[in-house]
């Protein structure tokens, strides 16, 4: 067995919605990596320093910066942190590619959201929303460029620290959770959290992944892991996992029989949907995350066979196959 490692929870500020999201320092005490790396902000380049510092590393200590995923509440101080110690980034091959779409296109993510929503259904005079998200992408910092490629089941960062790659599909392609099997700890990004349900939506550029059953698929093989406390990349930490990923599982189902109602009572666009289902004022980001959640779930449906999906004059509209 190994020696023990440390863990170090680091909270960081989310500027572009008021949140904040974690970041965990990992060491042995002469090596440490990091899993994820928070929104970008000045201010939270004095909070990594500090802890880095408390931990008893230097910055050179730092080897691997390991990411869940692509969203930017989980990268946005990596090329900072990448820079000023050196150390390899590492994310699954899904979410390196969208990285690279966020550095070097990301105008091309935001014309692409734009074209999903008006697909969807949204009207016209609805999508001032992606200029509120467009000022957003500004802020977010430049995206790291990943050096190293997690593949599930294999060592992540510095060897020493026993930290495993699982991936865990559904809030984003490529989500990767990281597994400590001597001290029973998952550091799980976004796929499991204590205080809400992780958002399960399209994958930019995958728009026919069937979202929802790989997220599903994930829970349950989470749940199999056994572990003894999962540290989520946003609130507290979850030691019952197994309550947790059932919970989060009848959420989903509670919101696929609701979605089914909302078709079955004649809205028949994602947009129309959503207007159903979320009826209260939501932020940009917040109609982005519900737009997503909503489509993902009557993909869900179709692919059970109780939606049909047809697309026609560029609208996708849905209609259900047995009325009760």
């Known amino acids: 067995m190994r020696d023990k490692i440390n863990v170090f929870p680091i909270e960081l500020a989310v500027p572009f919605n008021g949140d904040h999201s ?64 050196g150390a390899k980034v590492c ?22 959201l734009e074209a999903f929503f008006r697909k969807h259904g949204m009207p016209s005079e609805m999508l001032g929303l992606v200029d509120s998200l467009r000022d957003r992408a500004s802020k ?48 799980c990004g976004d796929h499991l959290l204590a205080d809400i349900t992780p958002n399960v939506g399209a994958n930019f550029g995958n728009e026919e992944v069937k979202a929802l059953s790989l997220y599903t698929d994930s829970l349950e093989r989470v749940k199999r892991m056994a572990a003894r406390l999962a540290l989520p990349g946003h609130g507290s930490p979850i030691w019952d996992i197994i309550s947790r990923a ?19 009572a004649g809205r028949e666009t994602v947009y129309q949907v959503v207007t159903e289902l979320f009826p209260w004022e939501l932020s940009p980001i917040e109609y982005q995350l519900a ?34």
């Open 91 to 112: 994310a699954s091959v899904y979410e390196r590619d969208q990285l690279w779409m966020w550095r070097f296109a990301g105008h091309k993510r935001i014309e692409g």
């Open 291 to 324: 737009f997503h959640e909503v489509y993902a779930h009557l993909e869900e449906l179709v692919r059970a066979g109780q939606l049909r999906r047809v697309e026609a004059k560029g609208i996708v509209r849905y209609s259900p196959i047995l009325v009760r």
């Open 140 to 187: 977010m910092g430049l995206p790291p460029e990943v050096e190293v490629i997690l593949r599930d089941g294999q060592l992540a960062g510095p060897p020493s620290l026993g930290l495993r790659a699982l991936l865990t599909p559904g809030h984003s392609l490529g989500h990767t959770c990281f597994w400590n099997e001597d001290e029973g700890l998952l550091f």
């Open 22 to 85: 974690k970041m965990y320092l990992v060491t042995d005490n002469e090596v440490g990596a990091v899993i994820d790396a928070g929104a970008y902000a000045e201010q939270n380049q004095e909070l990594i320093t500090m802890a880095i510092k408390e931990a008893g590393l230097a910055f050179s200590d730092i080897k691997a910066i390991m990411l869940t995923h692509s969203h930017p509440d989980h990268w946005g101080m990596a090329e900072w942190l990448h820079q000023i110690s």
């Open 246 to 264: 059932n919970e989060i599982k009848a959420h989903h189902e509670e919101r696929l029989s609701n979605a089914l109602k909302a078709v079955e």
